[in-house]
């Protein structure tokens, strides 16, 4: 099976169940043994989700981090450390503790990403948001930048949290924004403080236009923080066929006419860029989505494909020969 062939009804996401959709994932999106995929309303294919593709790249910058929330969980722990250093069951018990601590508090900060992400789209609804203390910090970043930008929610935001399919190569994801933005002129210098020193400290394109936009949060690292797979999962959005979005009779699904078979092209991105929150402000950063990243990212996709499919759990080392087998 060619990697950009989608799984139709029937199959299953490869070697694994189909599970329910996960009511905290995007809208068309389901979960599967082997990550996220998305249901295409029109086919019924499943088509691979655009991180989950990118899930397969190495990120060198994992393995330090968990390290230190370890140590540092640990280091909180150090009095149950040292009682169960002196009952081996215990002592297992605690192992067990802190090896999951990492990943506890990484789904924490992943809900409260999504939490993050729900509010801003109740912002761009105009609607009512319900309290979040702990979300709002990052909301008033999001306001700012809404204000900073010159950008009137109604007049400007074309569609926020849209299902974008490419049906033609097999994959599909989630647009955060797309947002008619304008600058005085065809670059714009960088902020002062986020100026690099390695590198130049050159302005980068920033073309009037219609701009796809992903929005990114974290409680540690800087709103200048930039990974290598955003250039790759937005290049996969520009190059999307077919946007899964409302009308404006039913902006966003918001009205009773709203019923999910709503599609239309994808239109042509003057820019893209991550908007980074902040608990202390933002950082938009726009970013080269070009020919190169969505190639890079087309290499990935067998690599995935293969993964999802490929199922080793029979080879087990094999008896020697013996005389009367030769």
């Not at 948001?129 to 709002?136: K, L, S, V």
């Not at 049906?167 to 960088?190: I, K, Q, V």
């Not at 219609?210 to 250039?231: F, N």
Request: glycine share 6%; with cysteine; proline share 10%.
């Amino acid at each position: 099976m060619s990697a950009d062939t989608p799984i139709r009804p029937g199959m299953t996401a490869p070697g694994e169940l189909v599970y329910e959709h996960d009511p905290d994932g995007p809208q068309h999106a389901i979960a599967t043994g082997n990550g996220r995929y998305y249901s295409d309303p029109a086919t019924g294919a499943l088509l691979i989700s655009v991180t989950n593709v990118l899930a397969t790249m190495a990120k060198h910058a994992l393995a330090p981090a968990a390290a230190k929330h370890t140590a540092e969980w640990f280091a909180e722990h150090l009095p149950a450390a040292l009682r169960a250093a002196a009952d081996p069951d215990e002592l297992a018990e605690f192992v067990k503790q802190a090896k999951a601590a990492y990943q506890a508090e990484w789904e924490r900060r992943m809900r409260l990403g999504s939490r993050v992400h729900r509010q801003a789209q109740a912002i761009n609804l105009q609607a009512p948001i319900a309290p979040d203390p702990e979300a709002e910090p990052f909301l008033g970043a999001y306001r700012q930048w809404l204000t900073d930008f010159g950008i009137d929610i109604a007049a400007d935001v074309i569609t926020a949290e849209c299902t974008m399919l490419n049906r033609d190569l097999g994959y599909g994801g989630t647009s955060d924004l797309w947002a008619n933005l304008r600058f005085p002129t065809p670059t714009s210098p960088l902020v002062p403080r986020f100026k690099p020193r390695a590198v130049p400290a050159d302005p980068l394109p920033t073309p009037s236009g219609l701009w796809l936009v992903d929005i990114k949060t974290s409680l540690k690292h800087p709103a200048s923080a930039v990974w290598d797979e955003y250039p790759l999962q937005l290049a996969a959005l520009r190059h999307a066929t077919v946007a899964l979005a409302c009308p404006p009779q039913c902006r966003y699904g918001a009205t009773d006419h709203h019923d999910g078979t709503h599609e239309f092209p994808v239109p042509d991105f003057a820019g893209a860029a991550v908007l980074n929150l902040r608990t202390t402000g933002y950082g938009f950063i726009p970013l080269p989505a070009d020919d190169a990243a969505f190639a890079a990212f087309r290499g990935l996709q067998p690599v995935t494909a293969y993964l999802h499919r490929i199922d080793l759990r029979g080879r087990k080392p094999v008896q020697p020969p013996t005389d009367k087998d030769l």
